[in-house]
């Protein structure tokens, strides 16, 4: 089977202020602020941000959610590295309204945290 490949992320250059966040269990690099969409949302830990794009993740079983904002079918998300659940993505919005959310991932500010 051999060793994982996991992506490394790096910050822009430049004034943006940008940051790398990562697993808060071991520091996997998941995203950067570059890919967040929105930071309006809930998860089961608090707060939560609608990322365009994370690395370093498998997804679970696709599944359908009743949640504040209507059903939707999702995935949990887990670090690659250490399996700890840090969100889940949307892979189906039954409501019209929901559709911008397909195909993105949320990830809970309580389970990630600023590596670089």
Sequence with gaps: MGLQHRDYLAVPAGPSNGKVFGCRRCRTH???????????????????????????????????????????????VMCAKCGETVGWKYDFAYEAAQKYKENKFILEKALFTEVQ
């Design 30 to 76: 998941l995203s950067t602020t570059d890919q967040i969409e929105s930071k309006n949302f809930n998860g089961q830990h608090g707060r939560a941000y609608l990322f365009t794009t994370v690395v370093n993740v498998t997804c679970g079983p696709a599944e359908d959610r009743p949640m504040t904002t209507g059903l939707h079918t999702v995935r949990d």
